[in-house]
């Protein structure tokens, strides 16, 4: 395939020359595409997260293997969060113009391709700079993802149906840490046992995105279906819609919908403290369990797998409430869970060692409270800025969230290298607190074009 076939694949496709008139078409057509949407590009971010969080049950091993120091694997992993956050802004604004189709299943192809090669290297030059790329093929993943729900899907329906999109988040995390930590303890014929971590999941991920491309489409007007609006019934002013399909260059939009917007810049600093809490207990619970807990390797990754799964419940929970209880308001069940979580994770820190099921409770707790949130940011940054911005203001408040992850990775591992895990647990509890006041600062804000905006 040629560099321009390429380029004119990831072309947005032009609305269709035909438009569907007939109700009945038109409402088998949605029900049947916002489903076959849905659970691909659930899917699709799943596998991104298999070849993503892998590296948290392999540094170890890795450490133990290769002799690098924990400072030294933290500047891997935070290299991953510099280019992700960059890419997932760059990303985001290259979303909105794009095919998602191609856009997403390309990025999981050269996702996977890195992993392999990942998995085949020694060097820490060469870990480095693969980990690197593989954070922007990462950010290629959740920005078309995005574009696609919140054109499928009206605002009334955002809180329920990203809270199962980002479920994937939890399914793929879990899946790669429970796997994982016995792929480490396997004696494989050839190799080190943590190469495997990333060799396995990068080829699943090369055959997946063939899968993806046959399964994904553009948005609706492609196929010929009116805005979602429409067929929703939702209560807009013919004007207000006209302003939401209008599509403004890159730009305009990159500056109105989001710079200029205060309130996606309330949840873009809360996303970033956010994110040194979640990623400062993601990737090193595994390492403070099995090293200041006493509890074996292959054990702490099925601890920590409680962090993600409890994290399904926590997005569902966070989705449906602020629809129905907080009226599509996402400020205060972010700023509540945010909060609850600092103190959970305070009590993880302090639990006395052996306790391998107070751990799971604690980790479980922590992984409900902050992936609803997390679920929420970019709910919010999209009902703040529209959605003809949906990949753009994700991918802006995606970016503050890796500023944060990056600190987390290089400052948690610094922290618990020098002077001892205390003082890396009272880096992410702060940073709990610091987030919980941002989303505060958002507490009555409903999403722009709602019949009460």
Same mark, same amino acid.
């Given at each position: ?168 988040? /939890?399914? =793929? @995390?879990?899946?790669? &840490?429970?796997? !994982? ?6 004696? %494989?014929? +050839? ?55 209008? /599509?403004? =260059? @890159?730009?305009?939009? &990159?500056?109105? !919908? ?6 996606? %810049?309330? +949840? ?186």
């Amino acid at each position: 395939m040629s560099v321009s076939s390429v380029l004119e694949k990831l072309k947005a496709t032009s609305p269709a020359a035909l438009l569907v008139t007939d109700e009945a078409e038109v409402d088998r057509l949605y029900r049947y595409w916002r489903l076959r949407i849905l659970y691909s590009s659930f899917l699709a971010y799943a596998v991104f997260y298999l070849c993503r969080v892998n590296i948290s049950m392999a540094l170890p091993a890795m450490e133990q293997s290769l002799g690098y120091s924990k400072t030294q694997l933290g500047l891997i992993v935070s290299l991953l969060q510099i280019a992700y956050g960059v890419g997932k802004f760059g990303n985001g604004i290259l979303a909105d113009r794009t095919n998602p189709r191609f856009f997403m299943a390309f990025g999981l192809l050269l996702s996977g391709l890195t992993n392999i090669l990942f998995g085949l290297q020694t060097s820490l030059m060469v870990l480095a700079g693969l980990w690197l790329l593989n954070g922007w093929f990462q950010s290629m993943g959740f920005p078309p993802g995005a574009r696609l729900l919140s054109h499928w899907f009206s605002p009334s329906e955002h809180g329920r149906i990203f809270s199962v999109y980002g479920c994937s988040h /939890q399914v =793929g @995390a879990a899946t790669v &840490l429970i796997v !994982s930590g016995y792929i480490v303890q396997i004696s %494989w014929p +050839v190799g080190e046992r943590w190469q495997y971590v990333f060799l396995l999941p990068g080829i699943f991920a090369v055959f997946f995105s063939f899968f993806l491309f046959n399964r994904l489409r553009d948005v609706p007007a492609s196929m010929g279906l009116p805005p979602v609006e429409k067929y929703r019934r939702d209560v807009i002013e013919p004007a207000k819609l006209d302003a939401i399909e209008r /599509q403004s =260059g @890159a730009i305009e939009t &990159l500056r109105k !919908s989001v710079l200029n917007n205060r309130y996606v %810049w309330f +949840v873009a600093f809360g996303n970033c403290f956010l994110y040194v809490a979640r990623y400062g207990a993601l990737t090193w619970a595994p390492t403070f369990i099995s090293e200041a807990k006493g509890v074996s390797i292959g054990k702490a990754g099925l601890i920590t797998a409680f962090f993600e799964v409890m994290g399904i419940l926590g997005m569902l929970s966070a989705g449906w409430i602020s629809d129905r209880i907080f009226r599509t308001r996402r400020g205060p069940i972010m700023a509540i869970y945010m909060l609850l979580l600092s103190g959970s994770l305070y009590g993880f820190w302090v639990a006395p060692p052996g306790q391998a099921l107070l751990y799971a409770v604690l980790l479980g707790l922590s992984g409900f409270l902050v992936y609803g949130p997390l679920m929420l940011v970019s709910v919010a940054a999209i009902n703040f800025a529209g959605k003809k911005a949906a990949a753009t203001a994700s991918g802006f408040t995606g970016l503050w969230g890796y500023i944060g992850a990056t600190a987390s990775g290089v400052g948690v591992g610094w922290a618990a290298q020098n002077y001892g895990w205390p003082f890396g647990f009272s880096l992410i509890i702060g940073s709990g607190v610091l987030s919980a006041f941002c989303f505060a600062l958002t507490w009555n804000v409903l999403p722009r074009f709602t019949e009460k905006s």
